[in-house]
C-alpha cells in the first residue's frame, strides 16, 4: 500500500504538471503573444474555464502526502517554507488577477493586474521545480527528519536547475497549447515561438534529467529519461507539421516520462538526508497505518473516477479554438463581468 500511495501521489504531481504547465505557459507569454487587449483576452480565454479546475491536482497532492506520508509532508514543507510561500503567493496573485482584470474599464488597471499575472506565473513555475527537485536531491535533515541549517537550504545549483526546467517546460508546453487553441496571428506566432524556444527552454530540463540518471539511476529511470527526449523530438517534428494536437500530446509524454525519472529515482526514500543517507525518510517509514492507507484507497476509488469525468466534460465543452473575432469590445457591465471565461 505504501508504494501504490507513492505512486499515486507522483500521478498527481504528473497531472499538475502537464494541466497546470500550459496554464503558467500562458500567462508567462501574456505580453510576448497579446500585442493588444483583444490579444491578450484571446490568451485569458484559452485557460479561463480551466485554469482553477487545474490547480486541484495540486490541493489533492498536498493532501495526498499529508494523509499517506504525514513525515514527508512535515519534512519537505517546514524545510522549503520559504519558497513554498512564494510559491503560493504567487497562485494567488494569479488567481486575484484574473477575476479582477476585467472589472474597471482603465488601461491601466489591466497593465498592472497583467503584470501579476506574468511575474505570478513565472514566480509559481520556478518554485514548484525548486521544491520538486530538492525533494529529488535530498535536504539536510537530522535524524528526526528536521531541517538543519538556514532557511535557504533547499536554494543550491540542482534546485535551481530543477527551477528553470519547470519554468522552461513550461514556456513551451503553454506556447504548444495555444497553437492549439487559438486561430489566426496568434496561432501563428505561438507556434513559431514554440519552435525557437524550445531548443533553449528545454535545455534545463534535459540537465536536470542527466543529472539525476547519473547520480540516482536506475536502468528503467534511464528509459523514461530517453522517452522524454524522443517525445520532445517528436512535439517538435510535428509542431513543424503543424500537428499541434500530436505535439501537445508528445508534450504530455515528455513530462509523464520526467515525473517517471524523477520519482523512480527517489524511490524508495521520499525525501533524501543530505547529511546522512540512514536519516533519510523512506516509503516504509514515512506511511501512514494500513488502515488510514486503505481507508484512503477506497475514498480514491470512488471520487478519481468522478473528477476526471467532470475536469474530461469542462475540456471538452471548450474545446474549440478562440480568435479575436470572439471577443467582444471593451465593456465592464455594472457588477457581474468576469475576466477568464469564453466570450
Given amino acids: 500500500m505504501e508504494t501504490f500511495w507513492f505512486c499515486v501521489i507522483a500521478l498527481l504531481w504528473l497531472g499538475y504538471l502537464f494541466l497546470e504547465g500550459f496554464d503558467f505557459g500562458v500567462g508567462m507569454l501574456l505580453p510576448v503573444l497579446g500585442r493588444d487587449e483583444t490579444e491578450r483576452r484571446v490568451l485569458i480565454n484559452t485557460i479561463g474555464p480551466v485554469w482553477d479546475g487545474n490547480e486541484v491536482w495540486l490541493l489533492v497532492a498536498g493532501g495526498a502526502t499529508f494523509a499517506a506520508f504525514p513525515d514527508w509532508y512535515a519534512s519537505l514543507f517546514s524545510s522549503a517554507y520559504l519558497p513554498l510561500t512564494l510559491f503560493l503567493l504567487a497562485l494567488i496573485g494569479r488567481g486575484v488577477a484574473f477575476e479582477y482584470r476585467g472589472k474597471v474599464d482603465s488601461a491601466r488597471w489591466r497593465r498592472v493586474w497583467d503584470t501579476v499575472i506574468v511575474t505570478g506565473s513565472w514566480v509559481a513555475a520556478l518554485g514548484v521545480g525548486l521544491v520538486l527537485s530538492a525533494n529529488v536531491f535530498g535536504l539536510p535533515l537530522d535524524a528526526n527528519g528536521d531541517r538543519l541549517g538556514s532557511p535557504f537550504a533547499a536554494i543550491s545549483l540542482e534546485t535551481l536547475l530543477g527551477a528553470f526546467a519547470v519554468a522552461g517546460y513550461a514556456l513551451v508546453h503553454g506556447a504548444v497549447f495555444l497553437s492549439l487553441k487559438t486561430e489566426g496571428e496568434v496561432r501563428e506566432r505561438a507556434r513559431s515561438l514554440a519552435l525557437k524556444a524550445a531548443p533553449l527552454a528545454l535545455l534545463p530540463l534535459v540537465v536536470l534529467l542527466l543529472t539525476v540518471q547519473l547520480r ?68 516504509a517509514g514515512a506511511a501512514s497505518s494500513p488502515y488510514t492507507l486503505t481507508v484512503m484507497t477506497w475514498v480514491a476509488a470512488f471520487g478519481t473516477p468522478a473528477v476526471l469525468v467532470y475536469q474530461g466534460w469542462t475540456y471538452w465543452v471548450f474545446r474549440k479554438r478562440i480568435g479575436a473575432r470572439h471577443i467582444p469590445p471593451v465593456h465592464v457591465p455594472t457588477g457581474d463581468a468576469r475576466v477568464g471565461e469564453p466570450s
Fill in 216 to 283: 540516482f539511476g536506475s536502468v528503467w529511470t534511464w528509459a523514461a529519461t530517453i522517452v522524454v527526449a524522443l517525445a520532445a523530438l517528436g512535439a517538435y517534428t510535428r509542431l513543424v507539421l503543424r500537428r499541434e494536437g500530436q505535439a501537445f500530446a508528445l508534450m504530455g509524454v515528455a513530462v509523464a516520462a520526467t515525473v517517471t525519472a524523477l520519482f523512480g529515482a527517489l524511490y524508495p526514500n521520499v525525501l533524501p538526508s543530505t547529511l546522512d543517507p540512514a536519516w533519510s525518510l523512506t516509503v
